[in-house]
Protein backbone atom coordinates (compact mmCIF):
# COMPACT_ATOMS: atom_id res chain seq x y z
CA UNK A 1 0.00 0.00 0.00
CA UNK A 2 0.84 3.81 -0.30
CA UNK A 3 0.66 5.06 3.18
CA UNK A 4 2.06 8.12 2.16
CA UNK A 5 -0.41 8.52 -0.86
CA UNK A 6 -3.39 7.68 1.47
CA UNK A 7 -2.33 10.25 4.20
CA UNK A 8 -1.04 13.09 2.66
CA UNK A 9 -4.69 12.77 -0.04
CA UNK A 10 -6.81 12.62 3.63
CA UNK A 11 -5.11 15.43 4.70
CA UNK A 12 -5.18 17.78 2.18
CA UNK A 13 -9.15 16.55 1.31
CA UNK A 14 -9.86 17.00 4.66
CA UNK A 15 -8.24 20.65 4.86
CA UNK A 16 -9.87 21.57 1.65
CA UNK A 17 -13.41 20.45 2.24
CA UNK A 18 -13.27 21.55 6.08
CA UNK A 19 -11.77 25.39 4.15
CA UNK A 20 -14.75 25.73 2.00
CA UNK A 21 -17.12 24.77 4.54
CA UNK A 22 -15.45 27.80 6.67
CA UNK A 23 -15.49 29.82 4.18
CA UNK A 24 -19.84 29.04 3.43
CA UNK A 25 -20.41 29.29 7.30
CA UNK A 26 -18.40 31.81 8.44
CA UNK A 27 -17.74 33.89 5.51
CA UNK A 28 -21.10 34.15 4.08
CA UNK A 29 -23.45 33.61 7.17
CA UNK A 30 -21.18 35.50 10.16
CA UNK A 31 -21.08 32.12 11.88
CA UNK A 32 -22.36 28.30 11.74
CA UNK A 33 -25.33 29.09 14.13
CA UNK A 34 -26.51 31.91 11.53
CA UNK A 35 -26.19 29.03 8.90
CA UNK A 36 -28.12 26.23 11.32
CA UNK A 37 -31.01 29.05 10.68
CA UNK A 38 -31.27 28.05 7.28
CA UNK A 39 -32.04 24.36 7.10
CA UNK A 40 -31.75 23.67 3.53
CA UNK A 41 -28.47 25.36 3.30
CA UNK A 42 -26.91 23.52 6.11
CA UNK A 43 -27.40 20.77 4.93
CA UNK A 44 -26.29 21.45 1.02
CA UNK A 45 -23.42 22.93 3.41
CA UNK A 46 -22.86 19.45 4.49
CA UNK A 47 -21.86 18.52 0.88
CA UNK A 48 -18.69 20.36 0.74
CA UNK A 49 -16.37 18.39 2.76
CA UNK A 50 -18.32 14.97 1.13
CA UNK A 51 -17.83 15.74 -2.09
CA UNK A 52 -14.08 16.59 -1.07
CA UNK A 53 -14.05 13.69 0.62
CA UNK A 54 -15.25 11.89 -2.90
CA UNK A 55 -12.43 13.46 -4.71
CA UNK A 56 -9.64 12.57 -2.20
CA UNK A 57 -10.85 8.90 -3.18
CA UNK A 58 -11.46 8.87 -6.37
CA UNK A 59 -7.73 10.37 -6.33
CA UNK A 60 -6.23 7.95 -4.52
CA UNK A 61 -8.31 5.41 -6.61
CA UNK A 62 -6.87 6.65 -10.19
CA UNK A 63 -2.81 7.03 -8.43
CA UNK A 64 -2.72 3.51 -7.24
CA UNK A 65 -2.02 0.53 -8.91
CA UNK A 66 -3.57 -2.85 -6.40
CA UNK A 67 -6.13 -2.79 -3.99
CA UNK A 68 -7.50 0.41 -5.75
CA UNK A 69 -10.96 0.22 -4.16
CA UNK A 70 -9.74 -0.58 -0.49
CA UNK A 71 -7.10 2.31 -0.71
CA UNK A 72 -9.81 4.73 -2.02
CA UNK A 73 -12.40 3.55 1.04
CA UNK A 74 -9.32 3.89 3.78
CA UNK A 75 -9.02 7.67 2.25
CA UNK A 76 -12.74 8.71 2.47
CA UNK A 77 -12.71 7.06 6.05
CA UNK A 78 -9.47 8.68 6.93
CA UNK A 79 -10.85 12.06 5.32
CA UNK A 80 -14.01 12.03 6.98
CA UNK A 81 -12.57 11.16 10.28
CA UNK A 82 -10.29 14.13 9.61
CA UNK A 83 -13.07 16.81 9.27
CA UNK A 84 -15.04 15.53 12.46
CA UNK A 85 -11.67 16.16 14.57
CA UNK A 86 -11.22 19.15 13.03
CA UNK A 87 -15.05 20.80 13.40
CA UNK A 88 -14.22 19.52 16.91
CA UNK A 89 -11.53 21.08 17.64
CA UNK A 90 -12.46 24.41 15.75
CA UNK A 91 -15.80 24.60 17.70
CA UNK A 92 -13.82 24.08 20.88
CA UNK A 93 -11.44 27.00 20.05
CA UNK A 94 -13.96 29.55 18.77
CA UNK A 95 -16.94 28.21 20.15
CA UNK A 96 -18.84 31.57 18.93
CA UNK A 97 -18.40 31.13 15.25
CA UNK A 98 -18.40 26.83 14.91
CA UNK A 99 -20.83 25.57 17.59
CA UNK A 100 -24.49 25.07 15.70
CA UNK A 101 -27.15 25.18 18.61
CA UNK A 102 -29.91 21.95 18.64
CA UNK A 103 -33.19 22.69 17.04
CA UNK A 104 -35.03 23.78 19.57
CA UNK A 105 -32.76 26.80 20.85
CA UNK A 106 -33.03 28.11 17.46
CA UNK A 107 -36.47 27.71 16.94
CA UNK A 108 -36.73 29.91 19.58
CA UNK A 109 -33.87 32.50 18.59
CA UNK A 110 -35.77 33.41 15.72
Known sequence: ???RLLIVTSILAAVGGF???????????????ALARHDFLLLVSALIPLIATGVGGFFAY???????KLQSMITAIL???????????A???TNDRFMIPRTLEVRHAR
Open 62 to 68: RHTARRR
Open 19 to 33: GLWCVVAIGIFGSAR
Open 91 to 93: ATL
Open 1 to 3: MRW
Open 79 to 89: TILLVLVFYFV
